[in-house]
């Protein structure tokens, strides 16, 4: 029997939906106890934990499709999952929404100092903040532009701001003034007053932003990172911030997750932090839901799915 298996539970119309699509199938959910055993054998997993590379990506697998449950493929096994022939797919394209609103929220935190008025309320401190900026009239920079990063431009365009882009082939994107190649990096941070980085984990942007990149970008500038941690060097970056070379970050992902207690970043006033979870929100699951059920229909009909194959060589 044909079995797909899920790291999470359904709701009662969704469990319906993937009934009909796969009628006969052995249908396996796992919510809070989740036990590895239950997904051997399995064609199809939804989702995925560490634990399933030794009872799923083994000789002789059935395991033909994996679906991502979230868009980073960075910490997948994705050398197991080739040497199985296993397809690979993602959720990338579901957090445009929620990621570029996290964006503003920090941006518009910083410049307008509410961050500095929030430690002064925890410390019941009535304290003018001095004189504060604007996001109108400035320039946005932004390092990958997928889904994220096209909705950060959209959203940019509604203050009147200049929009940068940078993506590998620099192909022109609506609500991108100019677009720059990966080659023309430092032009992009060089005229930008406002930086963010979307960018996937791979062997070419693994440090990508480092001690040069900061150095390039104006002292007034600020830094995002809501990509992947380890695309950015944080040695440099905190130098960066301790010394003036930019003016703050904003920071949702970070090269070691937690972030220990012991890093400095926590203590740097110029410096916001969520723990990685700008992407969650009440609408999570139904986008990733629909996203799988496109996929899972067109797996059935024709044995691949169709939206987000990552490409496992080029690791997105």
């Known amino acids: 029997m044909r079995k797909i298996a899920f790291t999470m539970e359904l709701t009662v119309d969704d469990l319906e939906k993937v009934k009909q699509l796969c009628d006969?199938?052995?249908?396996?959910?796992?919510?809070?106890?989740?036990?590895?055993?239950?997904?051997?054998?399995?064609?199809?997993?939804?989702?995925?934990?560490?634990?399933?590379?030794?009872?799923?990506?083994?000789?002789?697998?059935?395991?033909?499709?994996?679906?991502?449950?979230?868009?980073?493929?960075?910490?997948?096994p994705l050398t197991e999952i080739a040497k199985h022939d296993v397809l690979l797919t993602t959720a990338s394209g579901i957090h445009g929404y929620q990621i570029s609103e996290n964006i503003f929220a920090m941006m518009l935190?910083?410049?307008?100092?509410?961050?500095?008025?929030?430690?002064?309320?925890?410390?019941?401190?009535?304290?003018?903040?001095?004189?504060?900026?604007?996001?109108?009239?400035?320039?946005?920079?932004?390092?990958?532009?997928?889904?994220?990063?096209?909705?950060?431009?959209?959203?940019?365009?509604?203050?009147?701001?200049?929009?940068?882009?940078?993506?590998?082939?620099?192909?022109?994107?609506?609500?991108?003034?100019?677009?720059?190649?990966t080659a023309q990096l430092e032009e992009l941070l060089l005229a930008s007053d406002f930086v963010v980085n979307s960018l996937p984990l791979t062997k070419q942007t693994h440090h990508m932003i480092g001690q040069q990149q900061f150095q390039s970008m104006k002292s007034t500038a600020y830094?995002?990172?809501?990509?992947?941690?380890?695309?950015?060097?944080?040695?440099?970056?905190?130098?960066?911030?301790?010394?003036?070379?930019?003016a703050g970050a904003g920071l949702d992902v970070f090269e070691q997750e937690p972030l220990p207690v012991s890093s400095p970043l926590w203590e740097q006033e110029n410096v916001m932090i969520t723990p990685h979870n700008s992407g969650i929100t009440e609408n999570y699951y139904r986008r990733a839901m629909d996203l799988l059920l496109i996929n899972l229909e067109d797996y059935i009909r024709t044995g691949k799915p169709t939206l987000n194959l990552v490409n496992l060589e080029k690791q997105y």
Request: contains cysteine; neutral net charge.
């Open 223 to 246: 830094y995002f990172n809501f990509g992947r941690g380890a695309t950015t060097d944080e040695e440099a970056m905190y130098e960066a911030l301790l010394n003036g070379t930019i």
């Open 109 to 181: 935190s910083f410049v307008r100092k509410v961050h500095i008025s929030t430690r002064n309320q925890i410390e019941k401190k009535w304290a003018a903040v001095g004189s504060t900026g604007e996001i109108h009239g400035k320039t946005l920079g932004i390092i990958g532009v997928g889904e994220i990063g096209k909705e950060t431009a959209k959203i940019a365009k509604a203050f009147g701001m200049t929009v940068l882009g940078l993506n590998s082939s620099g192909h022109s994107v609506e609500n991108i003034d100019r677009m720059y190649q």
């Open 24 to 76: 006969g199938w052995k249908i396996v959910q796992s919510g809070k106890e989740f036990s590895p055993e239950q997904f051997q054998d399995s064609e199809v997993i939804v989702g995925w934990k560490g634990s399933l590379v030794e009872h799923c990506l083994v000789s002789n697998t059935p395991l033909r499709w994996v679906q991502s449950w979230s868009a980073g493929v960075d910490k997948m």
